[in-house]
């Protein structure tokens, strides 16, 4: 970085990076996404999509 050039927004010139939180979902959710309609859904007990109604493996 050129220490003529202004620092990226949210950052010091020579600093760390904030420590703010950068929020989003969890990545614990990936399964719960639906790989027909990527729908964030819940898994009928027979393994199907309950807004498609797609089989996806429920291992």
């Known amino acids: 970085m ?3 050039e202004p ?3 949210g950052t010091a010139p020579g600093g760390p990076a904030p420590s703010e939180p950068e929020g989003g979902d ?3 959710w ?3 996404v639906c790989p ?3 729908r ?3 898994r009928t007990p027979a ?3 309950a807004t498609c ?3 996806w493996d429920t291992a």
Do not use: F, H, Y
């Open 2 to 4: 050129d220490p003529a």
């Open 7 to 9: 620092a990226p927004s």
């Open 26 to 28: 969890p990545v614990c």
């Open 30 to 32: 990936v399964d719960q």
């Open 36 to 38: 027909a309609c990527g």
């Open 40 to 42: 964030l859904t819940d």
């Open 47 to 49: 393994g199907r999509c």
């Open 53 to 55: 109604g797609e089989v």
